[in-house]
T-cell receptor, first 112, second 112 residues
Framework: KQEVTQIPAALSVPEGENLVLNCSFTDSAIYNLQWFRQDPGKGLTSLLLIQSSQREQTSGRLNASLDKSSGRSTLYIAASQPGDSATYLCAVPGGGADGLTFGKGTHLIIQP | DTAVSQTPKYLVTQMGNDKSIKCEQNLGHDTMYWYKQDSKKFLKIMFSYNNKELIINETVPNRFSPKSPDKAHLNLHINSLELGDSAVYFC???????????FGQGTRLTVV
């Protein structure tokens, strides 16, 4: 059974810092990996999707990497801003229509 | 245009009542899902539907029943509501065979 772990559970840093969020998964036979952002009381916004054949995916100040063999992904946020404060979730599909298995998220606070 | 929309956004109801949450997607996706986010913010898959056929049911009480009138809609019916059903319920959709998922804004259900 797939399990997803995210480290750290919470992170508070001053504005402007570059930071890395970590995600690990137990079953490396994945089709892709998806990073989401959730703001308090809001839904999930898809940030990046990395296909299993890719090693990196970039969107603006966000860069996600994937190492299938080691069961790890990282989300790199450059030049953090207070508006980046949110919970970041990592998820991998179960295959077919089995839906996504989520980590418990990293609660990020960027201090102005 | 909202890709995945849920109604209502908030639902407060008494124990023992029966309620429904509606979900619609305009992305033309073949697969739709319901997820539950508990009080600890952990997201877990409840159901997935592909072409109006239930694919999985993750040990959810049979008081919960998904109903899909067509490919664009997946409604969640809950009978005999219990206090423990209080949570945020998210609808999502994805193309079959490519599990990039798109989520609705969530329905916060409070059972009193």
């Amino acid at each position: 059974k797939q399990e997803v772990t995210q480290i750290p559970a919470a992170l508070s840093v001053p504005e402007g810092e570059n930071l890395v969020l970590n995600c690990s998964f137990t079953d490396s036979a994945i089709y892709n990996l998806q990073w989401f952002r959730q703001d308090p009381g809001k839904g999930l916004t898809s940030l990046l999707l990395i296909q299993s054949s890719q090693r990196e995916q970039t969107s603006g100040r966000l860069n996600a990497s994937l190492d299938k063999s080691s069961g790890r992904s990282t989300l790199y946020i450059a030049a953090s801003q207070p508006g980046d404060s949110a919970t970041y979730l990592c998820a991998v599909p179960g295959g077919g229509a089995d839906g996504l298995t989520f980590g418990k998220g990293t609660h990020l606070i960027i201090q102005p | 245009d909202t890709a995945v929309s849920q109604t209502p956004k908030y639902l407060v109801t008494q124990m023992g009542n029966d309620k429904s949450i509606k979900c619609e997607q305009n992305l033309g996706h073949d697969t739709m899902y319901w997820y539950k986010q508990d009080s600890k913010k952990f997201l877990k898959i409840m159901f997935s539907y592909n072409n109006k056929e239930l694919i999985i049911n993750e040990t959810v009480p049979n008081r919960f029943s998904p109903k899909s009138p067509d490919k664009a809609h997946l409604n969640l019916h809950i009978n005999s509501l219990e206090l423990g059903d209080s949570a945020v319920y998210f609808c999502a959709s994805s193309p079959w065979g490519d599990t990039e998922a798109f989520f609705g804004q969530g329905t916060r259900l409070t059972v009193v």
